[in-house]
């Protein structure tokens, strides 16, 4: 397989610095990949490198595997269900342990794909309804969030699931003393699970209720904090370590966008966090809280195409993928 070129792409946008290092330069240059060049659709919700290298990109219509190349397209088919994409609109990827991939999206479910043969198995298609997110917590089970119908764990190996009716969020995190914790319209809250019963309980102490705000994502960073990403009132953090927990604003010199994305939080191997923001791309220096912002203008070349950002990943060539509207 080609190496991935290291370049911005857009409605992928791929990232490659002119400088050597992250923290020697705010520059970067941004070339694009379009539906021109074969890709499904031109807003990308998600993207994720497999162990084999290859690239994947989940869109409004489609998902997508990048060679270096060309792209191979899956997408529904209905005159043949049962062995392609459940639904056109990618919500998530993800990789397990074992180097399965699995797809969820909006109205067909969980699809599991043979990465040697393209084959698609569709689980869980008996909810017939949106499935927004996945996380696979420490001992391979996989919570999965289910609109209007609450959580749903899923072994995937052995196919069996518990659904859980009344937590209506989606699990974001596990922290080292085993603490799940789940964002929900309005509050973030943690809960205990029960491996041998399958039974949770919700810890009321760990609750936090701001009805005015509207949480969207978050991610465990390398030192047990919670970065926390809101569509109103921008970024907030949680130090899952420490006692009492307190959920406090993070907004260093008032620099940081106040409306981030679904998958709008990530952490490269750097320490840096990248946000995905509907007014740009935000990178984070945890360290000194510097905040550089990217955004699109139409009089330069080699910026972004749309300051609505979706999703960021960096792979292991250490180039950053963004997706956006």
């Known amino acids: 397989m080609k190496p991935i070129p290291g370049f911005a792409f857009f409605l992928l946008i791929l990232l490659r610095l002119t400088q050597p290092s992250y923290s020697q330069s705010s520059t970067l240059r941004f070339e694009h990949l379009t539906e021109k060049d074969g890709l499904s659709n031109n807003q990308v919700t998600s993207i994720l490198q497999d162990r084999e290298g290859f690239m994947w990109f989940g869109t409004r219509y489609g998902l997508n595997k990048y060679d270096g190349y060309n792209f191979t397209v899956f997408k529904h088919d209905p005159n043949n269900p049962a062995h392609t994409i459940a639904g056109t609109n990618t919500t998530g990827i993800h ?8 797809v969820t999206t909006s109205g067909g479910g969980l699809n599991g794909i043979d990465k040697r043969t393209g084959s698609i198995t569709t689980f869980l298609d008996r909810f017939g309804t949106t499935f927004l997110k996945l996380y696979e917590d420490r ?36 922290d080292t003393s085993g603490r799940f914790w789940m964002l929900e319209p309005g509050r973030l809250r943690t809960f205990q699970l029960n491996r041998r019963s399958g039974k949770y309980t919700l810890n009321p102490d760990h609750l936090f209720t701001d009805t005015t705000l509207i949480f969207s994502s978050a991610r465990m960073d390398q030192d047990g904090m919670l970065w926390i990403g809101t569509r109103n009132k921008g970024l907030f953090t949680l ?60 009089a330069l070349p080699g910026t972004l195409s749309s300051n609505n950002i979706l999703c960021v990943y960096k792979d292991r060539e250490g180039v950053l993928w963004v997706g956006t509207v």
């Not at 391979?140 to 518990?162: C, D, H, M, Q």
């Not at 907004?251 to 994305?261: K, L």
């Not at 320490?271 to 995905?276: I, P, Q, R, T, V």
Request: glycine content about 8%.
């Open 95 to 102: 990789e397990d342990k074992e180097g399965n991939l699995w």
């Open 239 to 298: 130090n899952t370590n420490a006692s009492p927990l307190q959920l406090r604003p993070y907004n260093p010199g008032g620099q940081v966008n106040q409306s981030i994305n679904t998958n709008g939080i990530y952490e490269d191997a750097d320490g840096f966090l990248w946000l995905a923001t509907t007014e740009g791309l935000q990178r984070i220096n945890k360290k000194t809280n510097e905040v550089i912002t990217y955004r699109s203008d139409p």
């Open 139 to 174: 001992q391979g089970f996989f919570w999965i969030s289910v609109a209007r119908l609450g959580l749903v764990r899923f072994n995937p190996k052995t196919e069996e699931y518990i659904q859980f009716t009344n937590i209506t969020g989606s699990v974001v995190a596990e």
